[in-house]
């Protein structure tokens, strides 16, 4: 299971990789308009120099030849980039091309396995699915993820499984469909660090250690 940063914040990104288990970046066309500024080229260099790991950039076209050419010049730009396409006819058709070209696509916005199936044939790396908003309002959000998974193993699919989610519970229900990876935004992932009985638990423990020991650390007795 992969964890990345959904956000085209770049404190936020700078932020988030911070942690130790971040290992890539996802950005939409809506973020990076309220954060890209007017120097798109150089804000797309200043992101991919804090970001470890690939970056999920997205077209901002909605005709094949376009995002084919927004796709090409993307990865001509920027290092280790995966491009976000939407699951349309003309999408679809673009991710084809782009696919064949050994460039790496993301179908992005897939909430059904219909979806998502039709993304894998086109030879996409990855399908992303808005899980996080599905579960607000649908039971079998989590069975979603689990049979799109699964018919990418029946038919062969290379294609990994993608999820946004906005907490623990939902990175469980993740976790449990066996998706590849998961896109949260920042406070989302330092959530995954934080269980108040696991605080109490830890504290409880040093308090006891300093109350034999003091200030005395391992390393100045070994």
Same mark, same amino acid.
């Given at each position: ?9 770049? #404190? ?23 954060? =890209? =500024? ?75 396995? #219909? ?7 086109? =030879? #996409? ?9 599905? #579960? ?5 959000? =989590? ?39 998961? +896109? ?12 108040? +009985? ?25």
């Amino acid at each position: 299971m992969q964890f990345l940063i959904d956000s085209a914040n770049l #404190a936020e990104v700078e932020e988030a990789f911070r942690l130790p288990f971040v290992q890539g970046v996802t950005t939409n066309t809506r973020e990076v308009a309220y954060h =890209g =500024g007017a120097d798109l080229k150089g804000y797309l260099s200043e992101l991919r120099r804090i970001a470890r790991g690939t970056i999920h950039i997205q077209v901002t076209s909605a005709d094949t030849d376009t995002m084919i050419r927004e796709g090409r010049a993307l990865t001509k730009a920027v290092d280790d980039i995966r491009i976000k396409m939407p699951v349309t006819a003309n999408g679809l058709a673009a991710m084809q091309v782009l696919a064949s070209e050994g460039i790496e696509v993301a179908a992005t916005a897939v909430n059904t396995v #219909a979806m998502g199936v039709l993304a894998a044939k086109m =030879g #996409a790396a990855s399908v992303i699915s808005y899980f996080g908003a599905l #579960a607000d309002f649908e039971e079998d959000a =989590g069975d979603l993820l689990a049979a799109t998974k699964a018919a990418f193993t029946a038919y062969g699919f290379p294609t990994e499984v993608y999820f946004f989610a906005k907490n623990a519970k939902q990175v469980k229900m993740g976790i449990q469909a066996g998706a590849d990876a998961c +896109l949260m935004p920042l406070a989302g992932l330092k959530s995954l660090l934080d269980h108040p +009985l696991s605080t109490r638990e830890v504290e409880f423990m040093n308090a006891e250690w300093e109350r034999v020991y003091g200030s005395i650390r391992w390393d100045e007795v070994v």
